[in-house]
């Protein structure tokens, strides 16, 4: 500031005006700094086969001139105050109120610019290293790795500025150790699930597009493996949110592990006195037809029970994407009952034969009579 108070003058004004335009000076600065950057990105970084430059220059240029205009602001503001020392006593808190607000300003900024950093680090690894890897847990852990390293950014910006004002951070980390059990204590069941949440990633008994049939019985498509909680879409195409507590101490049937292959039940019912070795044959000729059943020797027809109508059968095949059972199970049924209708296999409706007692149908036949 000498310089300038050289040329314009000691005065408040002068002062001012010379803060005023070391602010711009840092603002076109900082323009200058994002034209270049996006120059060099576009002739340099382009070149190289990794996208994390790109990433990083991309950050880079979006945060340069604020960055560097809040930076050269509190800088100038700072060096300002002292010019107004002898002031009145309104005028001086004035001034430290705008110098401290651009103090934290600041810093928070720059903590914002140190996330999108990290953001971008990350971006970069799910996009080219875990894509190429055959595990999901990357996948998994990567956004839960950014959260967790956001809030620990923020939270030392938050310890910086305290700092800055003279307030005792080891009293704060006691007061946080004692809040923290405190809230551990009355939060146990939601602990509970975030643990169990960690358990799901690093196990992996099922991974996200997965078909899971769920503790109550619900059968669908896992959408997403939360730290909480489990999202689970149905046939319905209902969300269903699990807590992961319940999923990890509970029994989960995955129809996609190991592979993508899933063998499927389709039941149906012939009449008494059908030729089931001919329906058996009929039945299977025809559905390993279809181009979707894969390992047609495995397929068969098997009786199950004399039921109180018909003889009851079940069909089971196997098809390679799980996610297609609801559908070929209706396709597959309706082909069953073309096959046996096309081959004149009846196909009972439910019936119920009565015997009556003998008294019983004398009585009746005695009331018959008299009503004659």
């Known amino acids: 500031m000498n310089i300038l108070e050289f040329f314009l ?41 990794s996208t994390l430059d790109d990433l990083i220059v991309t950050v880079l240029a979006k945060s340069a001139v604020l960055l560097t205009t809040f930076i050269v602001a509190y800088w100038v503001l700072k060096g300002t105050a002292v010019t107004f020392a002898e002031e009145s006593l309104l005028i001086r808190r004035m001034v430290t109120v705008i110098v401290e607000a651009m103090y934290i300003t600041m810093v928070f900024y720059i903590a914002v610019f140190v996330a999108r950093l990290v953001d971008a680090a990350v971006r970069w690894y799910l996009h080219e290293v875990a894509a190429r890897t055959q595990t999901h847990l990357d996948d998994e852990l990567a956004p839960l790795a950014n959260r967790i390293l956001k809030v620990l950014i923020y939270l030392t910006a938050l310890i910086i500025v305290l700092d800055h004002y003279g307030q005792n ?62 999202k689970v879409i149905d046939d319905f195409q209902v969300m269903i949110i699990t807590p992961n507590a319940e999923i990890v101490k509970s029994q989960i049937k995955n129809f996609s592990y190991p592979n993508d292959i899933v063998r499927f039940e389709v039941p149906f019912g012939v009449a008494y006195g059908t030729d089931l070795s001919r329906m ?14 894969v390992e047609p ?76």
């Not at 070391?22 to 970084?45: E, H, P």
């Not at 975030?194 to 991974?207: E, K, Q, S, W, Y």
């Open 297 to 372: 020797e495995t397929s068969e027809v098997r009786i199950m029970e004399m039921g109180d109508s018909s003889m009851n059968a079940m069909l089971l095949c196997k098809i390679r994407n799980p996610n297609d059972i609801p559908k070929r199970k209706s396709d597959l049924l309706l082909i069953i009952y073309d096959t046996l209708y096309e081959h004149q296999i009846e196909i009972p409706f439910p019936q119920h034969v009565l015997h009556l007692a003998p008294a019983l149908q004398q009585f009746m036949e005695n009331r018959r009579h008299t009503s004659e």
């Open 169 to 230: 951070i080891s009293t704060l980390v006691v007061s946080l150790g004692v809040g923290s059990l405190a809230i551990a204590l009355a939060a146990q069941e939601t602990l509970a699930n975030m643990i169990a949440g960690f358990v799901l990633m690093i196990d992996r008994p099922f991974r996200v597009g997965d078909r899971i049939r769920l503790p109550e019985g619900t059968i669908g498509n896992v959408k997403e493996i939360g730290i909480r909680s489990t």
């Open 280 to 293: 058996r044959t009929l039945v299977l000729e025809r559905i390993n037809r279809e181009s979707d059943i």
């Open 9 to 49: 003058g000691d005065t408040r004004l002068s002062v001012l005006l010379s803060a005023l335009l070391i602010i711009v000076l840092g603002y076109i600065a900082g323009r200058l700094l994002k034209a270049l950057l996006l120059f060099f990105s576009s002739k340099i970084t382009k070149k190289t086969r």
